[in-house]
């Protein structure tokens, strides 16, 4: 077992009876320069000086109450500031002696992960339990005792159709197929758009489970040139006019919060791709994962209905655990969807359904949705706080700040970090050309503990520093 290594320095005072005398603290209160409260300014500007060496262990801090009365804060701030470096570790407290600077082995094997996109954890245990026995009372027995018709069950359909109208989308029940999660909503669109050997156009850089997808399944892709609002209509025409054959030929997109880079299109690009689409005769694959996350703008799906395939899920927008995913289709698609479906069936758990339907009715989605956008914000604030705005790419709302590098530039820079246990995306997962030069690094803000995503993010300043 790996054990804390506690240094305390303490002089004593040979010529009085055993009274001991403390060095006085190295350290210069401050707060850090963030839009926080005290106590997360306090526990930042120490945590950064800790991590990044200038306090070392055995470094007495200051008394909680001189601490106070130097930075103008309450006695209240300081203990809440010092609790919190004690859970994380960095801290230690001596009882009659004060709080030192800790040094802890295990802290060098722990990893913190940037590398997976998710919500921040907004559910606890007694909402959930409180839902689980509401619906105890409700649930349709027949939809745990049979299975699901392909597409899933007629009463969920319309229960995805109505959260779908608060996303600015409607849709008839009839004409959505229901998934185990995104992902297998989005290998659906692509196997009904593309068939085999089809041809997909896309951002340059995009959503790396979607390159992955595409290359597991046999699917040709074509990088898109991107701006500030996603994929260029100029660069999109040029590359569908230089296509020898459309049958078989998709775009797929996703226009608000993309990922990686969190830019979102603005109405009149999406009406511009959907109009160069329609021309064209090409299907739109629309992955709207992150529509529920930002503010509202008409889906392309709307737009251009009779083209459209709109792709979301439960995941992004309340909880991992929900595996939920929904397919918007085209009309008179949904039977060549449901022969897809029959043989390898993909409907969602009738519990988590349930679940849905249970939120939808008391209004906790909303509440959740709610939550969940305003720890995105304190995230997102934090990393520009951190990271400095220069050449970070970043929206408020969004699950992930970028992080523009040409390739090779990328590839140190994640080796950098994973020397210091912090894991991130590999940036050739997210180019469909890999020799594309112009890349970056996505840091995902969600999945971590706010204090673990502090700590990480404080490392990943002080390499970007260092950073030529």
Request: proline letters at 6%; charged letters at 20%.
């Amino acid at each position: 077992m790996l054990h804390l290594l506690f240094i305390e320095i303490v002089y004593r005072d040979t010529f009085t009876e055993g009274a001991s005398v403390l060095l006085q603290s190295p350290w210069t209160p401050r707060l850090a320069d963030i839009e926080a409260n005290a106590a997360e300014r306090l526990v930042l500007a120490l945590a950064d000086d800790i991590i990044e060496g200038r306090l070392t262990g055995g470094d007495r801090l200051p008394a909680h109450r001189d601490l106070a009365w130097k930075l103008g804060v309450g006695l209240g701030t300081v203990t809440k500031a010092y609790s919190v470096l004690e859970r994380r570790g960095l801290t230690r407290s001596v009882k009659g002696r004060g709080t030192f600077v800790a040094l802890q082995e295990a802290h060098r094997d722990r990893q913190f992960d940037l590398s997976s996109n998710a919500p921040p954890a907004m559910l606890n245990a007694r909402i959930l339990a409180k839902t689980l026995t509401g619906i105890a009372r409700r649930i349709d027995a027949d939809h745990i005792n049979l299975y699901a018709p392909p597409a899933g069950h007629l009463e969920h359909r319309r229960l995805l159709a109505r959260w779908l109208e608060t996303l600015g989308l409607t849709v008839d029940p009839s004409h959505l197929a229901l998934t185990s999660g995104a992902r297998q909503a989005l290998a659906l669109a692509f196997d009904l758009a593309c068939g085999p050997m089809g041809l997909l156009l896309t951002e340059r850089i995009t959503y790396p489970g979607a390159i992955a997808l595409a290359r597991r399944n046999g699917y040709r892709m074509q990088g898109v040139e991107i701006d500030a609002e996603g994929m260029v209509p100029e660069a999109l025409a040029t590359a569908l006019a230089s296509t020898t054959s459309r049958d078989g030929t998709a775009v797929y997109l996703t226009p608000t919060l993309h990922n990686p880079t969190t830019v979102t299109m603005g109405a009149a690009r999406r009406q511009a791709i959907a109009d160069i689409c329609r021309r064209a005769g090409v299907w739109i694959i629309e992955d709207g994962v992150y529509a529920a996350s930002a503010e509202a703008l008409p889906p392309l799906a709307s737009l251009a209905p009779d083209i459209s395939f709109h792709v979301n899920g439960l995941s992004k927008s309340l909880g991992p655990g929900l595996q939920i995913g929904v397919l918007a289709l085209p009309a008179g698609l949904h039977d060549t969807a449901e022969d897809l479906l029959q043989d390898m069936p993909m409907a969602p758990s009738a519990l988590s359904c349930a679940v849905v339907e249970d939120w939808l009715i008391s209004g906790i989605i909303s509440s959740i949705q709610r939550d969940l956008r305003h720890e995105a914000r304190r995230r997102s604030s934090l990393a520009v706080s951190l990271l400095g705005t220069n050449r970070l790419g970043s929206h408020p709302d969004a699950y992930n700040v970028w992080l523009p590098m040409e390739r090779d530039d990328a590839h140190r820079f994640a080796f950098a970090a994973a020397a210091m246990r912090i894991k991130l995306t590999p940036p050739e997962s997210m180019l469909v050309n890999p020799d594309d030069q112009a890349s970056g690094i996505r840091l995902c803000l969600g999945g971590p503990s706010f204090d673990d995503l502090t700590e990480a993010l404080t490392l990943l300043a002080g390499l970007l520093k260092r950073w030529p």
